[in-house]
C-alpha cells in the first residue's frame, strides 16, 4: 500500500502537469512540447533544488513523476471538453501539491545541513520554480510575478516551518502546520482576490508628473 | 589522427552551432551574442545532462566546442549569401550530430549507473534542449514543442538502444543501431511531413461549441 | 570591520539588484517577482559558474546578497522617482560590481584546477549571465547579445588576468589589472559609444538583391 504523502506527491504531480499541459495546448503545442512543459512544472522546481543542493534530482530515482506527466497528458487529451468544469478541483488539487512540495523542499534542505533561510528559500523555489520554467518555455512573463499570492504562500509556509522547528515541535505537527499555512495563505488570498502591490516605474512617474 | 566518431562530433558541433547563429542573426544580435546562442545550441544539451548526472560539463575539459563555434560564426559572417542553397547539406550534418548526441549521451548516463528510462531521457536532452535554451534566448516558442518530429527521434533513437542492449547486442552495433534509429526517423518525418497531433486547447472547444 | 573587497561586492550586489528591480518594475511585476528579478540578476551568473564548477552555490554560505537584494526593493519602492537622476552613479557601482564579479569568477575557476580559457568563460558567465536570466524573467531578448560591449569588457578582463598570471605577477596586482581591464573597456564604450558588428541574416541579403 501506498503512503498518504506518496499519495499527496501524486495528486500534486497530477495537478502541476495539468496545468502545464493546458496552457501548452493554448500555445499549440504538439502532444511532446504539451508533456514537455507539463513534466517541467511538475518537477522543475524540486530540480532547481537537487542541483543546488548537488543531490540526485529526485526524479531520476523513480518514474513516477514521468508516469504521472503521461496520465495527465491522457487526461487532457481525452476530457479536454470537461477541464474548465474541474477547474475547482484542480485548483485544491494544485494548493496541496503546492503545500506538499514546500514542506518536501524545506526539509531536504535542513537535511543537508543548511540553515532556516536557505531551507525557506529551497522550499519555496520547489513549489513556485516549475512554474517559472513552464511560462518561460511558452515564452510568457512569469504569471506568479504578477498574479496572486502564489509565491508568498511558499514562503508563508517556510516561515511557519521555520518558527515551529525552531521552538522544538515535534516535526510531524511541525509540517501539518507548515503545508496549512501554504494552503491557508493561498485560498485567502484568492479568495479575497489579494495580491502584492506592483511596482510603479520610473515611466509612470514621469507620465504622471507631466499629467500635472 | 582523429577517430572517426571525433570527426562526427565536429561535424555535428559546427551544425548545432551554425543552427544557433543564424537565427540569432535575424533577431540582429552581434557578434558575441549571435557566438553565445551558437555555442549554447551546440553545447546546451549535453550541459543540462551532466549537471543532473553531477559529472564535469563535458566542454569544460578540452576546448574543440569552442573552437568550432568560433568556425561556425566565421563561417556565418564570411558566406551567409549562400547559407541558403546549403540548407540540405546543413540538415544532413544537424541529423548526423544529432544521432551522435543521443547515442553519447544514452551511454554517458548508463556509465553512470542510471536505469535505460532515465537514459532515454537523457539522451534526448543531450540531443534536443541545446534547441529549447537556443529559442529561449531569442525568444521565441521553441520550436521543437511545434514542428517536425525532431525530440520524438531522440526518443526512439534512445528506445531502439534500450532495447538492443537489453537483447544483449554488441555496443557498437547497439550504438549503431540507435544512430540510425534517430536519423531514419527524423528523415522520413521532414520528406513525409509527419507531425505530432497538436492539442486541442479549452479555447478552440468553447468557439466550435458556439459556432454550432 | 569589513574589508574593502567585501564593500565592493555589497555595491555590486546593490547595482545588479536595482537593474533587475527597474526592469521588473516596466513590466509591472508585483514585489515579490521584482525582488526575484533584482536576485537572479546580482546572484545568476555566480549560480551558473557554482553549478558547472560543482560548488556550493556562493549565496546559501551567507545572506548577504538576499539582504542587499531586499534593501535595493526598499529603495526603489521609496525613491523610484529619483532614480533616472542617479543613472551615472548606478553605472559607476554596476561597472564596479561588474569588475569584481569577473575577477571573483576567473580566480574561483582556476582554485578548482581549470585552465585559463575555462577561467574566461566563467568569469565571463560570472558577470554577465544575471543579466541574461533576467531578461529572460520578464521575456526580452537578452540586452547583452545587441547593445553596449558588456560581455566583451568580462572577455578582455579575464584575458588581461590570464595574461599576467601566465607571466608571473603578483596576484593582488594581477586581479587589480583584470579589474581595470573591465571598467575601462566598458566605459570607453558607453562613452564612445562603440558595438560589435552586427551579423547580417539570410533575409536582408535577400531583400537587398531584390531592391538591386
Redesign the interface.
Known amino acids: 500500500m501506498i503512503s498518504f504523502v506518496t499519495l499527496l506527491d501524486y495528486l500534486g504531480t497530477f495537478a502541476f502537469a495539468i496545468s502545464g499541459?493546458?496552457l501548452?495546448?493554448?500555445?499549440?503545442?504538439?502532444?511532446?512540447?504539451?508533456y514537455?512543459?507539463g513534466l517541467v512544472t511538475a518537477i522543475g522546481g524540486g530540480?532547481i533544488r537537487d542541483?543546488?543542493l548537488?543531490a540526485?534530482?529526485f526524479w531520476?530515482i523513480q518514474?513516477s513523476y514521468?508516469i504521472w506527466t503521461g496520465i495527465a497528458l491522457l487526461f487532457?487529451?481525452l476530457f479536454?471538453?470537461y477541464?474548465?468544469r474541474l477547474n475547482n478541483t484542480f485548483f485544491m488539487f494544485d494548493t496541496i501539491g503546492l503545500a506538499l512540495f514546500v514542506v518536501v523542499g524545506f526539509e531536504k534542505t535542513l537535511s543537508f545541513g543548511?540553515p532556516y533561510?536557505?531551507a525557506v528559500?529551497m522550499g519555496t523555489a520547489t513549489g513556485a520554480a516549475g512554474g517559472?520554467i513552464r511560462d518561460?518555455?511558452?515564452?510568457?512573463?512569469?504569471l506568479?510575478?504578477?498574479k496572486e499570492i502564489y509565491?508568498?504562500a511558499c514562503v508563508i509556509g517556510g516561515l511557519v516551518y521555520a518558527l515551529f522547528d525552531f521552538m522544538g515541535f515535534d516535526t510531524t505537527f511541525t509540517q501539518i502546520a507548515a503545508a496549512i499555512g501554504v494552503m491557508a495563505t493561498r485560498i485567502i488570498a484568492v479568495k479575497y482576490h489579494i495580491?502584492?502591490?506592483?511596482?510603479?516605474?520610473?515611466?509612470d512617474?514621469?507620465k504622471a508628473s507631466k499629467d500635472k
Chains 1, 2, 3 share one sequence.
Open positions: 499541459i493546458r501548452a495546448s493554448m500555445k499549440r503545442f504538439d502532444w511532446f512540447g504539451a514537455v512543459v530540480t542541483v543546488l548537488d540526485t534530482p531520476m518514474p514521468l487532457v487529451i479536454s471538453k477541464l474548465i543548511f533561510w536557505v528559500m517559472v518561460i518555455l511558452i515564452n510568457e512573463e512569469p506568479i510575478f504578477r509565491a508568498m495580491c502584492l502591490p506592483v511596482l510603479s516605474s520610473d515611466e512617474i514621469e
